[in-house]
């Protein structure tokens, strides 16, 4: 019997050749789209799951409010991972991970190698993160000074041997350190938020212990079997009367969290899984640009989406179809067929196409994976798509999309009565049908509001890169790692301002470009501090040609100058938000004080204000400007170079001389401002590239659908377009006739999809302070579009059908 129905479902195939290449292309594509997006989903979702313990892991986040200013960290108390240790027997183990003094030189051979990857950690970081330790003692490879734990990457590239342990690394140009190498680890996956290469002994850093004011580290505790976090979390706040409000009574003077709340302000502590980090973390000081876990809900939606649609147009085309087998089925119901033997026979049928699809859309996936790689920035591989893990669901995957695209029109088919069915009453021509009408709607529906969806995305993202940003990102070059040059560091500053093309030049340790720059201290316009006058901000050390070389607009007063000496070291210029949060109408000339070294209250330190910048964005558009203080001071790792950028290859050759004349054996890194500013939204182009291929193909399958709807109208209504040709109809006419039905289902479409894209793309436009307004162009473009791309498609084969010889119309039967 199966036999028998296979053999029935090929020549089936292969009788209607047409519709069944419509058929097979419309479920291949949407099977490739599915599989692409499960792919990307499968990857997103699985960050940080390889840990044997990873469902005990969790990060401590720090929400601070102080004097109107919010800082959401993915940083913690310096103290508070091993206080949480000491204090609380849930906390099995702890682990602190310290990354802000950036890359390091290592040297390898004779030159030095600019490493990113590289942190401080605890002795307990592989007890905390049980990755493999492939050669060496996880338990005490980060407890003696002077000890580092490489990758097996890293150990391949300076030692050309896996087995690293017991030799030496040499950290630091200016002042080299040698290492020992006392483990190698497994490499860390690229599914991590955190992939680090190297890591030094906590005991090689210098930072004052007992501050539980200062938030420098990511601190991760692993929980003991069965302790709930969320219970855990509560007991956050007795250590915060314990240990921080002490230190804020010692410089604030206010001794209950009662009185310190009650003026507006809040200090609170939570933790978030480990394997919620990528995805639902969005925070200052991230170790890694996270994805987002809005995009993995809407790619799933997606994804069902395309797939429905695909199975959409197998429905309506087998059940407009189904004329054509009328007489089949009565034949072998009279014969005596059962209806369940008939249901069997139609989705063996659909199944049959659906294998065919699925094998073209492997094709498809195994051809377009590197694309799919360069979009996604993924690594994807053609071994890995055949894997155990996802290979079973693959190969279901054709059989339930064809029981699902068959069971309907099986249904309907064999409902057929045999002396109905004999008499051919369902043989007179096309008729409409409710039920493919929804469907119809149901696919540019969906295709609509994922096309308006995109371009609102792109609309945001081109708003981001054109807004005014009060800073200019064009044209800036960054130097990296310069601190390496020691007292060179000024030598180079200076030679290279006098090359001729480069405007200005000046440290640029703290840049306007998200996790450069630096939070934490308190000021405030009384030289007493308390809740009411005090205020956290960004506290950054510039020089003196900083301002005119990021060309930030002075609002008020003055800038920095070299002519002021000494002077001006106890000055400071502040931004708009600032002077708002402070009452100041005109700032210039008042004082402003802050803790020097914050150790004791005796030393406040006051600060003259000089001048008043314009607000510009110094974080993601996500957030809004807050407020910022400048004061002279070095911040050398790193220096900004304007330049014209006429000639920028040459200019980089001159500058890259300069650069080897004083340090040959330091590479030149350099990046330019622009691509880091990129970089902050890095998941959003990613995404919206996705989002607008998908859109893209999820309205060609809607489309291929209707040119399959009308194909087969125009074949059903042969005669009757060759009796109204001769009968004196015209072109237009005929066309009008063919086409009024679906084009209206497109319009009714466009009504329904346009205020649901409004509602889902303003939920997801608010995660920006600053984002654009919705504007009617968007939706006329995409209605425009659609109407345009499904007349095409319909206009296409109507006029065909109009254009056919009446003759030859007359005499198809």
């Known amino acids: 019997m199966i036999k028998n129905y296979l053999v029935i479902a090929f020549r089936s195939l292969l009788k209607n050749k047409v519709y069944s290449i419509i058929n097979i292309m419309g479920l291949a594509i949407g099977l490739a789209c599915f599989i692409f997006i499960s792919l990307y989903i499968l990857d997103e979702v699985s960050y940080d799951r390889f840990y044997p313990n990873a469902e005990r892991i969790f990060r401590i986040n720090a929400d601070i409010r102080f004097g109107g200013t919010d800082l959401n960290l993915a940083l913690s108390s310096d103290p508070l991972g091993p206080t949480l240790k000491k204090d609380y027997p849930q906390v099995e183990q702890y682990v602190r991970l310290y990354t802000m003094e950036g890359a390091k030189q290592i040297k390898n051979g004779s030159a030095f190698v600019t490493e990113n990857n590289v942190c401080y950690a605890d002795s307990t970081f592989f007890e905390v993160f049980k990755l493999p330790v492939l050669y060496g003692n996880a338990s005490t490879a980060l407890s003696s000074p002077k000890s580092i734990a490489i990758s097996e990457k890293a150990a391949l590239k300076y030692f050309k041997t896996s087995d690293a342990t017991g030799k030496i690394l040499t950290i630091g140009s200016s002042e080299p350190v040698a290492y020992k190498v006392t483990a190698v680890y497994q490499d860390i996956p690229a599914n991590s938020h955190f992939k680090k290469d190297f890591l030094l002994p906590m005991s090689d850093l210098r930072f004052t212990p007992g501050n539980y004011l200062a938030n420098n580290f990511h601190t991760y505790i692993l929980l003991k079997e069965q302790v709930d976090y969320k219970l855990f979390e509560r007991n956050f706040e007795g250590l915060i009367l314990k240990y921080i409000l002490p230190q804020i009574n010692h410089f604030i003077g206010i001794n209950t969290m009662a009185n310190f709340k009650k003026a507006g302000n809040r200090y609170e502590y939570s933790l978030i899984p480990l394997t919620d980090i990528h995805l639902k973390s969005d925070r200052a000081d991230e170790l890694d640009v996270n994805g987002n876990i809005q995009y993995v809900y809407i790619f799933s939606v997606v994804a069902l989406f395309i797939l429905i649609i695909a ?64 979009i996604t920035t993924k690594s994807f591989s053609v071994g890995g798509l055949f894997g155990s893990g996802i290979l079973f669901y ?318 087969y109208i125009s074949e059903q209504r042969t005669k009757e377009i060759g009796v109204r040709k001769v009968l004196g109809a015209s072109t237009f006419s005929i066309v009008r006739l063919l086409s009024n039905d679906l084009l209206r289902l497109v319009l009714l479409s466009i009504l329904i999809a346009f205020p649901l894209a409004y509602y889902f793309m303003q939920k997801w436009l608010q995660d920006f302070a600053y984002g654009v307004s919705i504007s009617w162009w968007v939706f006329a473009w995409a209605g425009g579009g659609a109407l345009l791309v499904a007349f095409g498609t319909v206009g296409y084969r109507a006029i065909s059908a109009a254009l056919t010889n009446p003759v030859t119309s007359l005499r198809s039967e």
């Open 311 to 374: 199975c959409i147009n197998f429905i309506n085309l087998t059940t407009a179809r189904s004329a054509n087998r009328s007489k089949e089925v009565g034949i072998k119901k009279t014969l005596g067929s059962e209806r369940s033997s008939l249901i069997m026979q139609f989705i063996t049928e659909s199944t049959v196409t659906s294998c065919f699809a699925f094998v073209i859309a492997l094709l498809i996936v195994i051809g377009l994976i590197p694309v799919f790689n360069d």
């Open 394 to 711: 693959l190969l279901l995957l054709p059989i339930l999309v064809g029981v699902a695209a068959g069971y309907y029109p099986a249904i309907f088919l064999s409902s057929f009565q045999p002396v109905t069915a004999m008499k051919s009453k369902f043989g007179g021509g096309y008729t409409r049908s409710n039920s493919r009408d929804i469907l119809v709607t149901f696919q540019f529906v969906t295709s609509l509001v994922l096309i308006c969806g995109t371009m609102i995305v792109y609309q945001q993202l081109n708003y981001i890169q054109t807004k005014n940003l009060g800073f200019s990102k064009d044209q800036v070059l960054v130097v990296n790692g310069t601190d390496a040059l020691g007292n060179s560091t000024e030598v180079f500053k200076r030679q290279v301002a006098g090359i001729a093309g480069v405007k200005s030049a000046s440290n640029a340790g703290f840049l306007p470009v998200g996790n450069s720059s630096g939070a934490g201290h308190i000021f405030s316009k009384d030289p007493v501090m308390d809740e009411k006058n005090g205020t956290v901000m960004q506290f950054w050390r510039v020089d003196y040609d900083y301002i005119k070389t990021m060309d930030i607009k002075l609002h008020q007063g003055r800038d920095f100058s070299v002519a002021s000496g000494a002077a001006d070291f106890n000055k400071v210029i502040i931004n708009e938000s600032t002077a708002r949060i402070l009452g100041y109408d005109n700032p210039v000339g008042k004082k402003i004080y802050s803790y020097d070294g914050g150790a004791h209250v005796e030393d406040i330190v006051p600060y003259e204000i000089v001048g008043v910048v314009r607000n510009f964005h110094f974080e993601s558009l996500r957030h809004s400007v807050g407020p910022l203080c400048m004061i002279l001071g070095h911040s050398n790792w790193k220096l900004a170079f304007r330049i014209d950028g006429k000639d920028a290859p040459a200019l980089l050759g001159q500058i890259e001389a300069k650069w080897k004349a004083l340090t040959p054996e330091i590479p030149f890194s350099y990046n330019f401002l622009d691509d880091s500013f990129d970089q902050m939204y890095r998941s959003e182009q990613r995404d919206g590239k996705i989002a607008l291929i998908f859109a893209a193909l999820t309205m060609f399958i809607a489309c291929l659908g209707l040119f399959g709807l009308v194909t």
